[in-house]
T-cell receptor, first 114, second 114 residues
């Protein structure tokens, strides 16, 4: 199992550009989520999904779009990048069974917006 | 709404000394509680979690934490610090019955001095 994979690892954008951060998991997890990590602020939830075709907003959704067409993939789209979106982005997944299990995190994507 | 407070953004201990990282939470009902560790340029790894049952939970690498409902705390301890423990540590909570959303504290950077 590869676990949770994220691409790219690093990205530099200019203000106004768009891009998609990719996230995939091979553990057949229903729940997937995106967080951003900023110094001194921990991780904040951007969007999450409880299954294919179902997405919802987290704490900081503005400027980001998501979709979930398959169980495995959960891409995060920046429609018009802004310097405030410079951050490290983490994708995570877990199952949604009766008992709460561990969330598995990807290695992260470091994004710089100039 | 839930919130997590980690006292001390930076903690330094000598190798072999006790590690104590503090975490307090605010929640209308006792939540699920977690400690994650992040090594430089890596994703997050679960150290331990409290969901139900025994309030003293043991995790990986010799860490443990105790859930104290009356103090709304979940402090992380390790009797003897090792150089390899140097990392950033995050406390997180999730409401029981929720769709797995995590609310993170701002993190504590642990430095281990030789």
């Amino acid at each position: 199992n590869a676990g949770v994979t994220q691409t790219p690892k690093f990205q530099v954008l200019k203000t106004g550009q768009s891009m998609t951060l990719q996230c995939a998991q091979d553990m057949n997890h229903e729940y997937m989520s995106w967080y951003r990590q900023d110094p001194g602020m921990g991780l904040r939830l951007i969007h999450y999904s409880v299954g294919a075709g179902i997405t919802d907003q987290g704490e900081v959704p503005n400027g980001y779009n998501v979709s979930r067409s398959t169980t495995e993939d959960f891409p995060l789209r920046l429609l018009s990048a802004a310097p405030s979106q410079t951050s490290v982005y983490f994708c995570a997944s877990t199952d949604t069974g009766l008992f709460y299990n561990e969330q598995f995190f990807g290695p992260g994507t470091r994004l710089t917006v100039l | 709404a839930q919130s997590v407070t980690q006292l001390g953004s930076h903690v330094s201990v000598s190798e072999g000394a006790l590690v104590l990282l503090r975490c307090n939470y605010s929640s209308s009902v006792p939540p699920y509680l977690f400690w994650y560790v992040q090594y430089p340029n890596q994703g997050l790894q679960l150290l331990l979690k409290y969901t139900t049952g025994a309030t003293l939970v043991k995790g990986i690498n010799g860490f443990e934490a105790e859930f104290k409902k009356s103090e709304t705390s979940f402090h992380l301890t390790k009797p003897s610090a090792h150089m390899s423990d140097a990392a950033e540590y995050f406390c997180a909570v999730s409401e029981k019955g929720s769709a797995r959303q995590l609310t993170f504290g701002s993190g504590t950077q642990l430095t281990v001095l030789p």
